[in-house]
């Protein structure tokens, strides 16, 4: 089994950015994808998840109106689109997916700084 996570960076405040994660070695399109984030020092917390035939999703409350989830099927690819990126919004984002099992991708690094 494999995540793959990629698009994370260092974006000014206001800035968007687009992350993606591949998936592999288990049933994709059967499966519920989230995103995840951790900072320095917190736990990690729920950003953003959506179902398996991607109709339904869900948000924390500190991304809803900025953050969009959405996913592939066809690629076997789940994405995080996020703008008016805060500083607050640091922190390295997982990608999680969960059906018998739940899998952990490696994170990748969001930085929003001026």
């Known amino acids: 089994v494999q995540l793959v996570e990629s698009g994370g960076g260092l974006v000014q405040p206001g800035g968007s950015l687009r992350l993606s994660c591949a998936a592999s070695?288990?049933?994709?399109?059967?499966?519920?994808m989230s995103w995840y984030r951790q900072a320095p020092g917190k736990e990690r917390e729920l950003v953003a998840a959506?179902?398996?035939?991607?109709?339904?999703?869900n948000y924390a409350d500190f991304v809803k109106g900025r953050f969009t989830i959405s996913r592939d099927n066809a690629k076997n690819t789940v994405y995080l689109q996020m703008n008016s990126l805060k500083p607050e919004d640091t922190a390295v984002y997982y990608c999680?997916?969960?059906?018998?099992?739940?899998?952990w991708g490696q994170g990748t690094q969001v930085t929003v700084s001026s």
């Open positions: 999680h997916a969960y059906r018998w099992n739940a899998y």
């Open positions: 070695g288990f049933t994709f399109r059967f499966s519920v």
């Open positions: 959506i179902s398996s035939a991607g109709d339904s999703t």
